[in-house]
């Protein structure tokens, strides 16, 4: 397996990830899961830009 280039900030974002599908499970459409995601990342100060996909 390679190394990642980020590891740490990997860490935080698969963290985040985990932590959305921990407190709403499974079940949602994805734009659902997007805004969950994007309030944990701001949670979390992990920097990011909104998709415009589902505005």
Not at 13 to 29: D, L, P, T, W
Not at 31 to 46: H, K
Request: hydrophobic share 40%; charged share 20%.
């Amino acid at each position: 397996m390679a190394d990642l280039l980020y590891k740490d900030e990997s860490y935080k974002i698969i963290g985040a990830c985990f932590e959305v599908y921990n407190q709403k499970g499974y079940g949602f459409i994805e734009p659902v899961y997007q805004e969950c995601l994007q309030i944990e990342f701001a949670l979390q100060g992990i920097p990011f830009v909104p998709s415009l996909r589902f505005k």
